[in-house]
């Protein structure tokens, strides 16, 4: 492998831990609650201008504003599966579904509303900043950014392994009837999973600022690539939501280098197809 | 058909038919505007029906209807700018080729048992894949564009689809009449009551003997080839297509609208769905260009919201409850 492809791979592993940061909120939203987050990237949108909101009128950089913004997400989750989402639980899949579009619809043109269609960029001190290892030139804030994504992953899997609520959660997303039986408040459960889901998001969109300029136009892809990780990874599976992202991240930046950058999620899109056809179950996920 | 008619109470015949004829006579009076807003009702329609077919009848989710929209689009117009072949043969290209699309998309998913939501975003995935491809194909003027020139020789005769508006409005009306009639005549035909019963217990359909993979692909393959039509009168409407606009998922929403306003899985759904809804966007628009504020999103806004407040209150739509109101709907036997 020649370096320049090493670096592309190296920035791209660097990328798709954030990106698989994010596709983590989706994939424990479903995983206990079997409900999908259509309006994903729209949110991770919101994160990204609160970001930058809070760099640009009091300067605060989004390494620090990542765990207050994270916080804030994770009551906005909270309060929206308490008022919207909870009624629809046990409705249709597709009326789920249309709910959350039609949040998505809002959400995004609200934005365009109220930021208009431009990038907003977060320059930091050290922006085009890079570290050097032999031949690799690797980008400050992408390291920042992937190490910040590695760290939040690994609490929530330590939150989910041992303690209390994570154990609780899991048994409702193992057995519903049951965790009801042994007296779980699974509604307030749920609104917690909800809110986990969306600390996820708060948390990848505030490190997403730093790598990419917020801009509405991006919310629908974020969605997408929220989704393609999440099945190519395995539904449900935590550890397949990262190896996914570091999968997508690296096929994009190969394409964004090697063939267009316009035509990067030409190949996620393949990637997705060539999953569904040979393991339809995802990658680290369990058989269908 | 017939029998249909037979069917309809003696309320519903005389509702009909009134609407029918004043929707003929509509030109009389309707000036150029509101013509354009009719036009987009019932193009919204015929599309809804189409739509509806798959996700309202046989039970399958698409939000990439926009895909088999484009496909039909291009491929009409590029076949009339490239070669000088008119629509009314390029229809008959362009609706295997969104046929073909639609056969992939859900071979791909129902041979792997991609269900429900997954299939939504697999339908997706594909419109998505497909934009980024138009966005780079050099034939059809990649990202910058396809023009359907007004000048060319021969291109405002009626059977090259150029004209005044009065053709379209007429064109549109007539395919959402058709659209209609079809679909009334597949709910009742022996194919409509297997969709019915693979949408409410696939196993149960599966268990009474139904090849539930060929009744999904059988109407996936209608309502491609139905989207391909509207969209070859969509190239030939707008007279310009971009890949970012025909092929996005905005477009797709914009489909599925109507028939989940208006009822999914009915008949009329889709009609009294675009009646209600495209008046209203277009109202919000010129009401907002009336007092001289330009936000591109609300209209979009309006529709989400409509959505959410539709999906919450009414899930089974507007068309139910009318029909009730006006005592329409038929007596249970």
Redesign the interface.
């Known amino acids: 492998m020649t370096a320049i492809t090493l670096n592309i791979v190296v920035q791209g592993i660097l990328t798709g831990l954030v990106y698989g940061l994010m596709a983590l909120g989706l994939s424990v939203i479903f995983g206990v609650m079997r409900v999908?987050n259509f309006a994903h990237g729209e949110f991770t949108v919101v994160a990204m201008y609160a970001a930058f909101l809070l760099f640009d009128m009091l300067g605060v950089s989004p390494l620090v504003s990542l765990l207050p913004i994270a916080v804030a997400f994770f009551f906005l989750g909270y309060v929206l599966q308490r008022s919207?989402v909870e009624?629809f639980i046990s409705?249709?899949?597709?009326?789920q579904?249309?709910?959350l579009?039609?949040?998505?619809?809002?959400v995004?043109?609200?934005?365009?509303?109220i930021f208009g269609?431009d990038a907003h960029p977060i320059n930091l001190p050290y922006s085009f900043d890079s570290y050097t290892v032999g031949s690799l030139f690797i980008d400050k804030v992408r390291v920042f950014a992937a190490l910040g994504a590695f760290a939040i992953c690994i609490a929530l899997f330590l939150f989910f392994r041992y303690t209390r609520t994570g154990t609780a959660i899991r048994a409702c997303a193992d057995n519903l009837t049951g965790a009801g039986v042994v007296g779980l408040n699974v509604k307030q459960l749920y609104a917690v999973t909800f809110g986990l889901g969306f600390a996820c998001i708060g948390a990848a969109g505030t490190l997403m600022a730093t790598i990419a300029d917020a801009s509405?136009g991006l919310a629908?892809a974020y969605t997408?690539l929220a989704?393609?990780i999440v099945?190519i990874g395995g539904l449900g599976s935590m550890a397949g939501a990262l190896v996914g992202g570091v999968l997508i991240g690296i096929s994009e930046a190969l394409a964004g280098f090697y063939i267009?950058p316009?035509?990067k999620?030409?190949f996620s899109?393949?990637l997705?197809?060539i999953v569904?056809?040979l393991r339809?179950q995802g990658l680290m996920g369990r058989r269908? | 058909m017939i029998d249909i008619w037979h069917r309809l109470p003696m309320r519903g015949k005389m509702l009909c038919l009134a609407a029918l004829a004043a929707a003929i006579a509509a030109p009389l009076v309707a000036d150029r505007y509101l013509l354009s807003v009719l036009i987009l009702v019932f193009y919204f329609a015929y599309l809804g029906q189409a739509w509806n077919l798959l996700m309202g009848f046989a039970g399958q989710l698409s939000l990439g209807h926009a895909l088999y929209l484009g496909l039909g689009a291009y491929t009409a117009t590029a076949l009339w700018t490239l070669f000088g072949i008119g629509p009314w043969i390029g229809v008959f290209i362009a609706i295997p080729v969104a046929a073909a699309a639609g056969m992939i998309v859900g071979w791909l998913g129902w041979r792997f048992a991609i269900e429900g939501v997954y299939f939504a975003l697999l339908t997706i995935a594909f419109a998505e894949f497909t934009r980024i491809g138009f966005d780079h194909l050099q034939i059809t003027g990649a990202s910058a564009g396809l023009f359907l020139s007004v000048n060319s020789p021969g291109s405002d005769k009626w059977w090259n689809l150029g004209g005044g508006p009065l053709l379209y409005y007429y064109l549109a009306l007539i395919l959402a009449v058709a659209a209609t009639l079809l679909v009334a005549w597949l709910r009742r035909s022996p194919l409509g009551y297997r969709w019915l019963a693979v949408r409410e217990d696939p196993e149960a359909a599966r268990a009474a003997g139904i090849d539930i993979f060929r009744a999904k692909m059988i109407a996936m393959l209608i309502s491609a080839s139905m989207t391909a039509v509207g969209g070859v009168f969509y190239g030939f409407y707008y007279r310009n297509l971009f890949p970012s606009q025909v092929f996005d998922i905005g477009r797709s929403i914009e489909i599925i609208m109507a028939p989940i306003i208006g009822g999914l899985g009915t008949v009329f759904g889709p009609l009294v769905g675009a009646i209600l809804l495209t008046p209203l966007g277009e109202s919000l628009t010129a009401l907002m260009q009336h007092f001289g504020v330009n936000t591109p999103g609300a209209k979009s806004i309006f529709y989400g919201l409509t959505l959410m407040v539709i999906i919450t209150l009414q899930p089974s739509g507007v068309w139910p409850w009318l029909a009730r109101k006006l005592g329409l709907d038929r007596p249970r036997t």
Do not use: D, Y
């Not at chain 1, 579009?101 to 809002?106: C, D, E, K, N």
């Not at chain 1, 995004?108 to 509303?113: A, C, E, F, S, T």
């Open positions: 999908v919207l009624p409705r249709a899949e597709h009326e579904f249309i709910l579009v039609g949040l998505a619809t809002v995004v043109n609200g934005l365009l509303l269609p509405p629908p997408l989704f393609v099945i267009q316009s035509m999620s030409m899109f393949a997705l197809i569904l056809v339809p269908l």
